[in-house]
């Protein structure tokens, strides 16, 4: 089981990043991918995560309106688009894979490796 992040990388305030998450060795479709992230010296936080069955999307409140999931099935890839982005958004992007977007975040059954988004000011 793999899940590959990548598109992170320093951005200035205001601007804009994808971030993408490759998954493979399970089944794609059954599973949930959620984004997460995780500052220096603070805990992991859900950011976005997208239901497999009926795609319903979930996102914290300080990124509506900002950050947008959507998912390929055909390339097995979730992306996190993100706009306007400003310091607060620093972190380490993590993505993760289980059967609900409801599950806690420490009981997600696959991550991937993270990519570190840093915006400045």
């Known amino acids: 089981v793999q899940l590959v992040e990548s598109g992170g990388g320093l951005v200035q305030a205001g601007g804009s990043l994808r971030l993408s998450c490759v998954a493979s060795g399970f089944t794609f479709d059954e599973y949930a991918i959620g984004w997460f992230r995780q500052a220096p010296g603070k805990e992991r936080e859900g950011v976005s995560c997208?239901?497999?069955?009926?795609?319903?999307?979930f996102q914290r409140d300080s990124v509506k309106g900002r950050f947008t999931i959507s998912r390929d099935k055909s390339k097995n890839t979730v992306y996190l688009q993100m706009n306007s982005v400003n310091p607060e958004d620093t972190g380490v992007y993590y993505c993760?894979?289980?059967?609900?977007?409801?599950?806690?975040?420490?009981?997600?059954?696959?991550w991937g490796q993270g990519t570190q988004v840093t915006v400045s000011s």
């Open positions: 993760g894979a289980d059967v609900s977007c409801l599950t806690p975040a420490r009981d997600f059954d696959y």
């Open positions: 997208m239901s497999s069955r009926d795609g319903h999307t």
